[in-house]
Every structure is written in structure tokens, then in C-alpha cells.
């Protein structure tokens, strides 16, 4: 007899954008004519990268001819990249990262979702309220989170509230926390830690022998200089701290998928009988026995967006999506709603008008101007009363999508 895994059957309802995708879809078919914008999930607009576009034509060639060719490349990925990543990313901001310490994948997600592989069952895991679902997501189905509660709240997981009231900045936790997910910037309030909070997080896990989960998807769209763009920037961090970074914000690849995890040497964690382990070492053997390696193709790809032209080029679209975020903030604040985000990420969360409940407001976005966002209550209870929209449309979408806000909503 097979039985399912029972902790599947304690998650409430779709995945957050699935279910997004379901009600427009829903819309769609009862509405075919109606023009939908979506500012629901955070997907680009914009093509790749030339420079991408370009190192792909040439490694497909390469792929073509025997001498070139390239079979499974090394799980961790190739060096041309990770030394390229180590150099812009952490050498250029004075931050050591040690080659064997970066380990490619196809994607954050992914490695956010499977991170929770390498710690004990009865680890607690503490998250920020609200927070993209799939921290929590992953950790209801490894079983270890409980019951879910009429509150919205899992019973075994520690939640950190983010909210206006303590300037998204989440107190320390009241109780024992073993994993703790950042997100910096934050998706999906736009918001950033000081350097002063992240030292605060940093202190905590070495004194609690805890961990940070330190997701930075969202790092190249930091602005303000003062903004740590890695939690390794921190005293101590390498000890306690695993980073995730994307390439799919920073260049594209939503589509294309790649992305990367760091885990210093340094980081280890305790057995039951006493014994500390680098979590490196099981990271490493997880990934190569579930993972065969980002395709080369993509990771050349990648590697493009490093060189100076490179940079140049995604700076430039990331300007594009940042004008969008002003649009939005602007344009929103005007109507006299309180809007946060969209200085150092490309999402805008606001309240909505008179605390209406998240997914009242999906409904009534949707039917009243044909616009797609995310209701804030999808990333956690601390969301509710709340609303994302990405920076990540098309200019005269993001334009026509306020204008129809304006003109069509009795806010
Ligand atoms: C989001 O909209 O929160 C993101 O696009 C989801 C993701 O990166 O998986």
C-alpha cells in the first residue's frame, strides 16, 4: 500500500501564483475581449540581454561540432562562471568567496525550496510575515511545521512580523529558531534591512547557533548605497549564513533558469550527538546527487552578463523596471494610498483602501480595470489588508495600468 505524504494535505489550497494564474484565467474565459494587464507575478518583459543572447549563439555552435561539444558539465557549475560571479558580486564589495563555496543551479526557487534537505526534521524554522510562500511552502511538506491554525498561522513555525508598524524590520524571535529565512530586499513588500538589523540577525545565529537563510534574488535592484547587496557584508555572517542569488530578476531568466547558492566553508551545524558538520559538504552532496548541472548553454549565458558591456546592458533594465516601480509608487501615493517598496526592489506593496480584505481587492482590481496583482495575504497572514504589484510590466502597461486605478477605482 502506498500512502501519500500526509504533510502535502496541510497546505491550504494552489501555490500563491497558481492560484493568481487560476482566477484570471477564470476572468478571462467569462470576459475573452477584456485587455488583462498582469502585475501579479514577477515575471520580466524585457528580452535577455544581448550579451546573453550573443554567448548562447556561440555555445550552441560549439555544441554542434565533436571537438567542442559538451557532455554533463561539473554538478557544482562551470568555473567560468562562478569566478565571474565571485569577482562582481563579493570580490568588488571586499567580501571573500572561495570558488568551491558557490554551487549553480537552475534557478533560486529551487534552492530556496531545497535548502530545508540539509537540516534535521525538528529544526525550527522561523520566517518573516509576509514573505514569498515558498520558504514555508517547502517546510510544511518536509513536516515540520504542524498543524495549520484558524489564524492562518502554522502552529510549529515561528513567524516574524514585517510590517508598517515596526518599519519591516521583524523583532527577534521570543523563541527558539533554528533556520531563519531573510529576504533582502524584501519580496513582497520592496522593502530592505539596515545594516544595523542584518548585524542584529547575524549576532542571533551565532549566539543561538541558528541559521540565516539569507535570500537576495532581489539584490541588484538595491539603489540606496548604503544598503548591504550580500549578508556575507556583515560581520559573522560567513559563519552563520547560506545566500541565494538569481540571475532571473537580474538578467532575464525567468524563462532561461539560473541561479546560484553560497555556502562558506565555514558554516556548520550540529549533529544529535555533538558533532558539527559544514554545511557546504551536504549541500554539495545533495546537489550532485539530485542535480546534474545547469546547462552549459545557460550558464555561458550568464557568465555574459559580468563582462562591462554586460553590466551595462542590465543596468539599463533594471532602470527600465525601476522607472516602472516610480510610476507605480507615484502614482498610487497620489490617489492617497500608503505605498511601500519600489526604491530598492521592483515590487510596490500598499494597503489597500479601507483594510479591504487582499482578495477582495485581487477581485475588484481585476474586474474594475482588468489589472492583475497579488493579494497580500497569500505571503502570509501579516499580509492581509495588504496588495504587491511588480515593477516588471511593460512601460505603457504599468502607465495604462495606473490610469485605469485612476480613473476606475473609487479609492
Ligand atoms: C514572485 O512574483 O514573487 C516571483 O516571481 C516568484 C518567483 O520568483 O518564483
Redesign the pocket.
Known amino acids: 500500500m502506498a500512502y501519500v505524504n500526509e504533510n502535502y494535505l496541510k497546505l491550504p489550497g494552489n501555490y500563491l ?1 497558481a492560484e493568481v494564474a487560476r482566477r484570471v484565467a477564470a476572468y478571462r474565459d467569462e470576459h475573452p475581449d477584456a485587455d488583462v494587464i498582469r502585475l501579479g ?3 520580466v518583459t524585457l528580452p535577455l540581454p544581448a550579451v546573453s543572447i550573443e554567448a548562447m549563439h556561440t555555445a550552441v555552435d560549439e555544441m554542434a561540432k565533436k571537438e567542442t561539444f559538451r557532455g554533463y558539465g561539473p554538478e557544482q557549475g562551470y568555473d567560468f562562471l562562478i569566478d565571474a560571479i565571485i569577482e562582481r558580486n563579493y570580490t568588488a564589495r571586499g567580501v571573500t568567496v572561495e570558488p568551491d563555496e558557490v554551487f549553480v543551479s537552475d534557478g533560486s ?1 529551487s534552492d530556496c525550496g531545497n535548502i530545508q534537505e540539509i537540516f534535521s526534521e525538528d529544526a525550527i524554522v522561523a520566517i518573516t510575515d509576509p514573505v ?1 510562500p ?1 520558504y514555508l511552502d517547502t517546510n510544511v511538506m518536509a513536516g515540520r511545521t504542524g498543524k495549520l491554525g484558524a489564524d492562518g498561522h502554522f502552529e510549529g513555525v515561528v513567524y516574524l512580523p514585517s510590517t508598517e508598524e515596526n518599519g519591516f524590520a521583524p523583532a527577534l524571535p521570543d523563541r527558539r529558531a533554528d533556520m531563519i529565512y531573510l529576504c533582502c530586499p524584501n ?2 513588500t520592496g522593502t530592505t534591512l539596515s545594516r544595523n538589523e542584518l548585524q542584529k540577525w547575524v549576532n542571533y545565529a551565532r549566539e543561538n547557533d541558528a541559521v540565516i537563510l539569507f535570500d537576495a ?1 532581489y539584490a541588484a535592484y538595491i539603489t540606496e548605497p548604503y544598503v548591504p547587496r550580500s549578508i556575507y557584508e556583515i560581520d559573522g555572517a560567513r559563519e552563520v549564513a547560506i545566500e541565494f542569488r538569481s540571475f ?1 530578476k537580474t538578467a532575464g531568466f525567468t524563462g532561461t533558469r539560473c541561479g546560484y547558492t553560497v555556502i562558506p566553508k565555514t558554516v556548520t551545524a550540529k549533529a544529535k550527538d555533538g558533532s558539527r558538520h559544514p554545511l557546504n559538504a551536504l549541500w554539495s552532496r545533495r546537489h550532485s546527487t539530485k542535480f546534474n548541472g545547469t546547462a552549459y548553454i545557460v550558464q555561458r549565458g550568464a557568465a555574459a552578463i559580468y563582462t562591462d558591456e554586460g553590466q551595462r546592458q542590465v543596468a539599463a533594465n533594471i532602470a527600465y523596471y525601476m522607472e516602472n516601480a516610480r510610476i507605480i509608487r507615484e502614482g498610487l501615493s497620489a490617489l492617497g494610498l500608503s505605498v511601500f517598496g519600489g526604491v530598492n526592489a521592483p515590487y510596490i506593496w500598499l494597503k489597500t483602501p479601507n483594510n479591504m480584505p487582499s482578495w477582495d481587492f485581487f477581485d475588484k482590481l481585476l474586474r474594475e480595470a482588468n489589472v492583475v496583482g ?1 493579494p497580500g495575504a497569500g505571503f502570509g497572514p501579516c499580509g492581509e489588508g495588504c496588495f504587491r504589484l ?1 515593477a516588471f510590466g511593460a512601460r505603457e502597461d504599468t502607465e495604462k495600468a495606473i490610469d485605469r486605478i485612476r480613473q476606475r477605482l473609487d479609492i
Open positions: 501564483f507575478i514577477g515575471d526557487k514569498y515558498v519580496n513582497p534574488a532571473s497579488t511588480t
